[in-house]
């Protein structure tokens, strides 16, 4: 099961932590709102398209989110560039249930933007 978690760090950027309970991996975002806000519709658009996109940019490089649902199965990719030149790096790689996996991001976004 993946275990997602959001959190503000000692610079006021969005913290993201994932586990698929043998890795755990770290994503931050500079602009809270905007990143909760695209990584939810990127999630509806899974849910729905079976296919979400986002990009949590930050003044070092960018965290890119992947999203798929197939079939009741549903898988989370992130992952990190400084650049054109670099390409992207894989920063974590899940999957399970659908279901599970919507509730913990769902779960995670409407939690943090309550607290």
């Known amino acids: 099961m993946i275990q997602f ?3 503000t760090d000692e ?3 969005l913290q993201c932590t994932l586990s698929n309970g043998r890795v755990t991996a770290h ?3 500079s602009k809270v709102d905007d ?3 695209d990584l939810a519709g990127a999630l509806e658009n899974a849910g729905g398209k079976g296919v979400g996109e986002c990009f949590w940019p930050r003044e070092s490089g ?3 989110w992947l999203i798929r649902k197939e079939g009741e199965r549903g898988r989370l990719v992130v992952l990190w560039s400084i650049g054109t030149m670099t390409g992207w ?6 999957e399970d249930e659908w279901a599970p996996l919507e509730q913990a991001i769902l779960s995670g976004v409407r ?4 607290a």
């Open 89 to 94: 790096e894989n920063v974590f790689w899940a």
């Open 62 to 64: 960018a965290y890119r």
């Open 111 to 114: 939690g943090y933007a309550h």
């Open 11 to 13: 610079f006021g950027q």
């Open 5 to 7: 978690s959001l959190a």
């Open 35 to 37: 990143a909760l806000a």
């Open 27 to 29: 994503a931050t975002a």
